[in-house]
């Protein structure tokens, strides 16, 4: 049985919740809303709905927007509905749902010219090479979300498409 810790943080944000045998709490600890955008960028039509896009060049390597929402501490697994959750560590998950998380319009690619990377308890998506101005930004969601939720109507990233096309 997971171990089930208490946290009297910010007692207004904690919830608590029963299972069989436990009686427990959990927290949202921070609101982050600040994206901290070191980049123009523009929500925009993509393929595959929306999309994120470059709105001037950025340099590889650089960050360019923080991935933020609500941050939970021990969400229980079962609470995890959300599409946007992204786990930082064992203990905290971001919830990035929100609207205002401009960085959950950017989409997955199995090619991606992003990636995400946790500095000091944040995540920052950072170009992975040179982005030119109008690319739509892209970054590599990971196994668990690709078998979860892409691979059952087949990935539509760059990379998957053009093997598609290949094969005909
Ligand atoms: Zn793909």
Same mark, same amino acid.
Not at 80 to 99: E, M, Q
């Given at each position: 049985m997971?171990?089930? %810790?208490?946290?009297?943080?910010? !007692?207004?944000?904690?919830?608590?919740? *029963?299972?069989?045998?436990?009686?427990?709490?959990?927290?949202?600890?921070e609101? /982050?809303?600040?994206?901290?955008?070191k980049?123009?960028?523009?929500?925009?039509?993509?393929?595959?709905?929306?999309?994120?896009?470059?709105?001037?060049?950025? %340099?590889k390597?650089?960050?360019?927007?923080?991935?933020v929402?609500?941050?939970?501490?021990?969400?229980?697994?079962?609470d995890?509905?959300?599409?946007?959750?992204?786990?930082?560590?064992?203990?905290?998950?971001?919830?990035? !749902?929100?609207?205002w998380?401009?960085? /959950? *319009?950017?989409?997955?690619?199995?090619r991606?010219?992003?990636?995400?990377?946790?500095?000091?308890?944040?995540?920052?998506?950072?170009?992975?090479?040179?982005?030119?101005?109008?690319?739509?930004?892209?970054?590599?969601y990971g196994?668990e979300?690709?078998?979860?939720?892409?691979? %059952?109507?087949?990935?539509?990233?760059?990379?998957?498409? !053009?093997?598609?096309?290949?094969k005909?």
């Open positions: 997971r171990d089930r %810790p208490v946290y009297n943080t910010l !007692a207004g944000n904690c919830d608590t919740r *029963y299972d069989d045998t436990y009686f427990y709490l959990y927290c949202m600890i609101l /982050r809303k600040d994206t901290n955008a980049y123009q960028l523009k929500v925009g039509r993509s393929k595959t709905g929306l999309g994120l896009y470059a709105l001037e060049p950025i %340099p390597g650089k960050k360019i927007i923080e991935y929402g609500k941050v939970m501490v021990d969400e229980p697994d079962d995890k509905t959300s599409k946007y959750i992204f786990n930082l560590s064992k203990h905290i998950d971001i919830d990035g !749902a929100p609207r998380n401009t960085a /959950r *319009y950017i989409n997955h690619s199995c991606p010219n992003a990636e995400s990377d946790v500095v000091k308890g944040h995540v920052w998506i950072v170009a992975k090479r040179n982005i030119m101005l109008g690319e739509e930004l892209t970054y590599d196994k979300y690709w078998k979860e939720y892409i691979a %059952p109507h087949g990935c539509r990233c760059v990379k998957c498409t !053009a093997l598609r096309e290949k005909k």
